[in-house]
């Protein structure tokens, strides 16, 4: 294995150092990410490799083409008890301001917690979601 043919563990290494050497999240290559989410995808066709590539495309090019993206990968299957898909779903249909729907994903992802702090943060975005929908001035 060479420079010109990378595995799944170096290519997880330099995506992690574009995230480690970016100042902020705005200011992230979320080009360089998305490049290496596909490649990584080439050796490693996961779904949660997948979601990765998802929530990086949305950050590059914005919500509504992030969740497009997701919602296919979701349709592929996979994701159905992994509760992060949940979560980066409704994290993106919040963007998008529909708060009810996040709440409901945002749910989705509490009932699939692994962990009571997993849990508790999730079920702090439902109430967070909600409150959106109910006070949209907020």
């Known amino acids: 294995m060479g ?3 990378p595995g799944p563990m170096v290519l997880q ?4 150092a574009e995230h480690a050497i970016a100042p902020t999240v705005e200011r992230t290559n979320w080009r360089r990410i998305v490049e ?3 490649l990584l995808l080439q050796v490693e066709p996961t779904p949660t490799i997948a979601l990765g590539r998802c929530v990086a495309m949305s950050q590059l090019l914005g919500p509504e083409q992030g969740l497009a993206d997701l919602d296919e990968v979701i349709r592929l299957g ?7 898909a949940f979560g980066a779903r409704a994290q993106m249909l919040d ?12 749910a989705s992802a509490a009932q699939l917690a692994r962990t009571a702090a997993e849990r508790d943060f999730f079920g702090r975005q439902v109430a967070r979601s909600d409150g959106a929908v109910h006070d949209p001035g907020r």
């Open 78 to 84: 996979g994701l159905e008890r992994y509760p992060y």
């Open 13 to 16: 290494a330099a995506i992690a």
């Open 3 to 5: 420079i010109t043919d």
């Open 36 to 38: 290496l989410y596909g």
């Open 95 to 106: 963007k998008l301001g529909r708060h009810e729907d996040a709440a409901h994903d945002w």
